[in-house]
């Protein structure tokens, strides 16, 4: 699912540029916001529910206790809340070729929005998705590039987006942890895996790529991602899993619009509600902004893995660790106070104990240099391959 997240705002009077000015909306068009892309995969579908928001809030407001259902045809799927505005259908399905598909909501206030109907499109899958050592843009680094193999005659429509997995390894390693007992730091052996871990991160980005501006259908070389050679992602062991959404030339066209207006510079724009528009509207008010667009696509994925010693020699150093700062401290234990309040350090995780030097004393480091699942799990996923 693409996050959609939406400061509407509109403000003037920008003076002068030495002092540090505090920017608050002097005027706020609240709207829906509604995100929905129903697949052709069996499996329980999301619709996602928010509000725009102030540029000084610090993210969109979810919309709870709304009435959700997907149409078609004679057919009603429900949605229900599984957590505040992502509503998951009751029971899977999927998409299916030749049916019309639209979307209803009816919100907490008594607001009914629906959606313009929508049919799956039919697609090539992706061809091929793989990793090669270049540049770009003056970095060296991995490109994960794509290959669609076109339907002849045929424009395609396309939407991206990645899921990264990469393996972390600590800089720093102990078979023992510190407790503290009747005064006194004792040493315990270590009960958890806290060296290798895994971290999976989403993409945000809007990754768009069409074959209609094109002499051919076939799509070849799409640059998926860039990791300059230094990212630390890489270091080890990495692997991404790239979905691919068809979807309708409506549909690019507003999510070609959102992309560009989340680059542009004009922030500050005072059209901001006008220059997005979807297939959404309110049936309660028809001058009513709704945001979004409701779309059916038929999906494609495909997951690769590569190891550092994959594209570069073991001579080359790795990139740096995921976790800077680890200076080793050796605090003043000569106080029941100070042991006390290090205590407290290690039982909220904010440090880790490291080695005890006789004549020096104890050793800690902050905790995400030894434990590193400060950063991601140290359960391996069960995707991953070895």
């Known amino acids: 699912m693409i996050k959609l997240f939406f400061g509407i ?8 540029c030495v002092e540090p000015i505090e920017i608050e909306s002097q005027t706020f068009e609240d709207a829906l916001v509604i995100e929905g892309i129903i697949t052709n995969e069996l499996q329980r579908q999301e619709i996602l529910l928010s509000r725009t928001f102030r540029l000084e809030e610090r993210g969109p407001a979810k919309e709870s206790n709304a009435q959700v259902w997907v149409l078609s045809e004679g057919q009603s799927f429900s949605f229900s809340e599984a957590e505040p505005g992502r509503y998951v259908s009751d029971n899977a399905f999927r998409a299916v070729p030749g049916r019309s598909y639209t979307l209803e909501v009816n919100t907490s206030n008594g607001r009914k929005y629906s959606s313009e109907p929508e049919q799956l499109t039919e697609a090539p899958g992706i061809s091929n998705v793989y990793a090669k050592k270049t540049s770009f843009r003056n970095e060296e680094g991995i490109a994960i590039l794509l290959d669609v193999k076109g339907a002849e005659g045929n424009y395609g429509f396309y939407l991206y987006d990645f899921s990264e997995t990469y393996k972390i390894v600590s800089p720093l390693t102990t078979t023992r942890d510190l407790i503290y007992m009747d005064g006194e730091f004792i040493e315990v052996p270590k009960t958890k895996e806290e060296s290798v871990c895994y971290v999976t991160e989403p993409s945000q980005e809007v990754l768009l790529a069409n074959t209609y501006e ?53 922030l500050f724009s005072q059209n901001q509600l006008g220059l997005i528009n979807g297939n959404l509207f309110s049936e309660s008010d028809p001058n009513e902004k709704v945001i979004g667009f409701f779309s059916i696509a038929d999906v494609s994925s495909q997951r690769i893995f590569f190891d550092f010693e994959d594209f570069y020699e073991r001579s080359e150093v790795r990139p740096a660790s995921h976790v800077t700062g680890c200076e080793i401290s050796v605090p003043d234990l000569s106080t029941t106070g100070n042991k006390e309040a290090l205590a407290q350090q290690l039982n909220v995780g904010n440090v880790k104990y490291f080695a005890y030097e006789f004549g020096v004393g104890y050793k800690f480091v902050k905790a995400g240099c030894i434990d590193c699942t400060v950063f991601g799990t140290n359960v391996v996923p069960d995707f991953w391959e070895k």
């Open 9 to 16: 705002v509109l403000v003037s009077g920008f003076h002068g």
């Open 214 to 266: 094109q002499s051919g259908s076939d799509l070849n070389r799409f640059l998926v991602r860039f990791i300059e050679n230094k990212d630390y992602k890489t270091a080890y062991r990495y692997s991404i899993l790239v979905k691919q959404y068809s979807i309708s030339a409506d549909a690019f066209s507003f999510y070609e619009t959102l992309r560009d207006f989340s680059d542009s510079e004009s």
